[in-house]
């Protein structure tokens, strides 16, 4: 079952699956429609698009709950696979899955980035803000909805497992940091209070909303 986000500046909807219920997102702008962390079962996923064509897979960060599905969703679809430069090799299977994390099948990434760049997926300029702290590669990427007719909706961030509604992601595996994710919070509470966030886990939530229970204490 797919739940949908009202007010933002794009179509957003998400399923909740897997073990560790894993927040798995379908955006669209009408033109183009990306899934998010995709973190296991294709078939739902596939059913879900509704026949829809599939333009990217973006992948927050490299662990097997967010990624456990991309490369099938690839083969079926021909979409981009999107991720940082920094997790790609983990998630392509060119580095080894440390013993703490559960292996997954790996996934040529077609396109990797780094901070500050913009992804233009159909007339969706997503931001790339490299969010380090839950693993060394993690993004998060933002939507301003003064790029189309609507600039009276509220941007959109997706958070992947940076930030969660009252909470944030665990620095404790491998590659984590607590210094890295408190600056990376530092990032985000930059944005506009407005923005909703879509958390990889969890409720969704806004800035605003985590300025008094996480922005405060962290950042």
């Known amino acids: 079952m797919a739940y949908k986000v009202k007010g933002t500046c794009v ?8 073990a560790i219920a894993n927040n798995v997102y379908f955006v669209t702008d009408g033109v183009s429609t990306i899934v998010v ?5 294709p078939d739902v996923i596939m059913e879900a698009l509704g026949g829809r064509k599939l333009d990217a897979i973006v992948l927050t960060h490299r662990h097997f709950d967010h990624v ?7 083969r079926r679809t021909g979409a981009t696979v999107i991720a940082s430069a920094i997790d790609a ?14 292996p997954f099948e790996p996934c040529p990434v077609d396109h990797r980035v ?13 931001k790339v803000i490299m969010t380090p ?6 993004i998060c990427l933002f939507l301003d909805p003064q790029f189309g007719d609507h600039p009276e909706a509220k941007p959109v961030l997706i958070a992947g497992d940076t930030l969660f509604c009252g909470s944030i992601g665990r620095t404790d595996f491998e590659g984590g940091s607590m210094s890295a994710m ?18 990889g886990h969890g409720s969704l939530t ?3 909303g985590e300025r008094r229970r996480v922005f405060a204490f962290y950042a």
């Open 133 to 138: 702290g839950h693993t060394e590669g993690s």
């Open 68 to 74: 456990g599905a991309a490369a099938e969703l690839r």
């Open 114 to 126: 780094n901070h500050g760049d913009v992804l233009k997926i159909g007339n969706m300029p997503w």
């Open 11 to 18: 179509d957003v909807s998400f399923a909740v699956l897997g």
């Open 89 to 102: 090799d983990t998630i392509e299977g060119k580095k080894p899955v440390s013993r703490m994390e559960r």
């Open 206 to 208: 806004t800035i605003a």
């Open 37 to 41: 962390d995709p973190s296991c079962k």
């Open 182 to 199: 408190r600056k990376s919070l530092k990032r985000l509470a930059a944005l506009p209070d407005d923005t909703v966030v879509l958390p």
